[in-house]
């Protein structure tokens, strides 16, 4: 898919909340309504042929109130041919424009009159493809446009088929509408990988009013569809057959083929107990689609927008003259204001202007006496004067600021019977003893008692010496210094 159709896919989509999905059988209209519930409404028209859909269609949007709502849409056999070719090496997004062409030999329709889609098997080198005719879209298209709903997308009930069984990935189903063909149709991953008719077989297949040989020859026709397709399959056997028939009893006839096959035969699951019929199955399964892989609305064949009308014309002209009026009156309207700003920006400057001049005049006027410049020199210099002390003052040593009486009473607090001072000099950090000692050991203890008083720890001597007096008394002089010195 090219980059342009997938947005153009994606927009449409998104314009859209709701959907409604409509299933065209031979024997009426099925409709179904998303409305973001778990379970959809469904209605069903009867006799709904061709000339009729779009009355059909309307009564049954009008009275599900699903007016505005996007539309998938599920053609029945009768709407569309099946068929298998190769594999073309085209891309993908030009497939439906050159489908008709690689066609044309097998249907019997002109190229212009038919609408083709396909998808690539994936268990062969072949291509699945549907073709209908233009007329079927066409009316579809017409019978949307009057119920006043948006027709999204129209896709074979093949298709739809495979999203009726989610719980299972590969099995098979036996379903005929009202009035239509036997079909048996065999899905992997919800995906068509197998489809035929099974002529010459009557209603009803099973019950109490059966022909117990027609019984017999459907099994054989199964069994060998089943043994055909389990041989060609690559992802594993099929042992599962659903069913789903219109005017059968589902229970009935899966009791009678189970004692004829050797696979699990059920009636097909539905979401409601309400649900009894192919198209209402069918209706309920093409809420689940979204942007399938097949689509036999092609782009090409969507209504197309002109906006190039003369109304449209007029309205841009009208709507281009009152733009341009509007603009040009809030211009107008701005220079007017700016006026206003710029005329009273004028008058304050000449105001400013008028006390500027009066300042100047006073400034003039204004001269200093003599003697107060004399004095303003004189104060002048006394400032300069004191700075200049308290320069000196700030850089005096600080420890004099501090005093010496703390260092005195610590002094005086290690006092001892056995040393005495008899000089104390001190300047500063600086200290210097002298004094009498009753022997030489006593002057370390003394000088240790140092560090436990607050003024005299941490100071240091540079010089210590001891000795004898004339009266053979131990003399001591310690010279001291701050420490870090």
Not at 313 to 321: E, F, M, N, R, T
Request: hydrophobic share 40%.
């Amino acid at each position: 898919m090219s980059t342009l159709s997938f947005f153009k896919k994606f927009t449409r989509s998104s314009k859209v909340k709701n959907t409604v999905s409509i299933a065209v059988l031979s024997d009426g209209l099925y409709v179904a309504v998303s409305n973001h519930s778990q379970q959809p409404a469904s209605c069903f028209k009867e006799a709904a042929v061709p000339e009729k859909w779009a009355m059909a269609l309307k009564a049954a949007v009008e009275q599900l109130s699903a007016t505005g709502y996007g539309a998938n849409v599920i053609i029945g056999s009768s709407l569309y041919q099946s068929l298998q070719i190769d594999k073309p090496d085209v891309p993908r997004e030009d497939l439906p424009s050159a489908l008709p062409f690689l066609v044309k030999d097998l249907v019997n329709d002109r190229v212009a009159d038919i609408v083709a889609d396909g998808f690539p098997l994936e268990s062969s080198d072949k291509l699945q493809a549907y073709v209908t005719q233009k007329k079927n879209i066409e009316q579809l298209l017409d019978a949307c446009r009057h119920a006043g709903i948006e027709l999204l997308q129209i896709l074979p009930e093949e298709m739809a088929w495979g999203k009726s069984q989610v719980d299972v990935s590969s099995w098979m189903l036996l379903h005929r509408s009202s009035g239509g063909d036997l079909k048996l149709s065999a899905y992997h991953e919800q995906t068509i990988g197998f489809h035929r008719l099974l002529r010459g077989f009557s209603s009803p297949l099973g019950g109490e009013m059966a022909s117990s040989l027609q019984l017999d020859g459907l099994a054989l026709e199964l069994q060998r569809s089943f043994d055909y397709l389990n041989a060609q399959l690559k992802t594993g056997p099929i042992n599962q057959l659903y069913l789903m028939c219109d005017d059968e009893s589902g229970e009935q006839l899966a009791n009678d083929l189970r004692l004829r096959l050797s696979v699990q035969v059920a009636p097909l699951p539905v979401p409601d107990e309400s649900i009894h019929r192919c198209g209402e199955v069918l209706a309920w399964a093409g809420l689940q689609l979204f942007n399938a892989d097949i689509n036999l609305y092609p782009d090409y064949l969507r209504p197309k927008k002109n906006y190039l009308t003369l109304q449209n014309l007029g309205i841009s002209w009208v709507a281009g003259i009152v733009l341009l009026m509007g603009v040009f009156g809030y211009l107008t309207w701005q220079s007017q204001q700016l006026e206003k700003e710029l005329t009273a920006a004028r008058t304050k400057v000449q105001t400013l202007d008028q006390e500027l001049n009066a300042l100047n005049k006073r400034l003039a006027k204004h001269k200093p006496l003599p003697a107060r410049i004399a004095a303003v020199s004189r104060l002048k210099e006394t400032i300069k004067l004191q700075e200049t002390s308290l320069n000196a003052i700030s850089g005096h040593d600080t420890s004099l600021q501090i005093g010496y009486s703390g260092m005195m009473q610590d002094l005086a607090k290690i006092g001892r019977n056995d040393i005495s001072l008899t000089r104390i000099y001190v300047q500063g950090d600086m200290m210097d003893l002298q004094g009498l000692a009753r022997n030489a050991s006593v002057v370390p203890n003394w000088l240790q008692q140092f560090q436990s008083e607050l003024h005299l720890v941490g100071r240091t001597f540079k010089k210590m010496s001891i000795g004898r007096d004339e009266q053979d008394r131990v003399t001591f002089s310690l010279l001291t210094e701050a420490k870090g010195q």
